[in-house]
Nanobody, 115 residues
């Protein structure tokens, strides 16, 4: 059974930092691509960062330059370090993996950035 569990969200002031974690189970983690998405109320879910099995990272979103994705294969965990947070970063953050054509999502962790 594939399971992704996000943690690390919370309330932070503008300019603050948070590190989110995504703990995975039920997959061959070291061979898996893991992505972080976010979804703000009334908006579409959007890709924030991704990391391949080989550690290649991508940041297609406007958070590029303020976020760093990393992985610890020994802990089956992917991290998202977020710095210089802004109120517009307020959203639920999800991790995602695709296993054999099937997408799996975690339950999400809420990030709220106060002005």
């Amino acid at each position: 059974q594939v399971q992704l569990v996000e943690s690390g969200g919370g309330l932070v002031q503008t300019g603050g930092s948070l590190r989110l974690s995504c703990a995975a189970s039920g997959i061959l983690f070291s061979s898996s691509v893991i992505d972080w998405y976010r979804q703000a109320p009334g908006k579409q879910r959007e890709l924030v960062a991704g990391i391949t099995s080989g550690g290649i990272t991508g940041y297609p979103h406007s958070m590029s330059g303020r976020v760093t994705i990393s992985r610890d294969n020994a802990k089956n965990t992917v991290y998202l370090q977020m710095n210089s947070l802004k109120p517009e970063d307020t959203a639920t953050y999800y991790c995602r993996t695709n296993q054999g054509g099937v997408e799996y999502w975690g339950q999400g962790t809420q990030v709220t950035v106060s002005p």
